[in-house]
Nanobody
């Protein structure tokens, strides 16, 4: 059974940090590109960050570049999103996405940035 399970979301003050994790199971994680997306209320889901299957290539949305870092540990079947200097506009549900021979989505984790 394929699963992507996100964790690490929560409520944080502006300027704070969170680290999201997404644990994969049921497929060969190291064969898949991993992405983080987010969706704010009333908005479309948008790509936040991407990491190649081996971890050597990453890319970011311009709105998070320099503040967020995507990484992966293929031995642990886990992809991370380190989020620093958080802003209220980062508030959204964050989803991990696996792209390869098939495509899989996690259930999402809520991130709320508010004072």
């Amino acid at each position: 059974q394929v699963q992507l399970v996100e964790s690490g979301g929560g409520l944080v003050q502006p300027g704070g940090s969170l680290r999201l994790a997404c644990v994969a199971s049921g497929f060969t994680f190291s064969n898949y590109v991993m992405r983080w997306y987010r969706q704010a209320p009333g908005k479309e889901r948008g790509l936040v960050a991407f990491i190649s299957s081996g971890g050597g290539n990453t890319n970011y949305a311009s709105s998070v570049k320099g503040r967020f870092t995507i990484s992966r540990d293929n031995a642990k079947n886990t992809v991370y999103l380190q989020m620093n200097s958080l802003k209220p506009e980062d508030t959204a549900v964050y989803y991990c996405n696996a792209v390869g021979p098939s495509t899989y989505w996690g259930q999402g984790t809520q991130v709320t940035v508010s004072s």
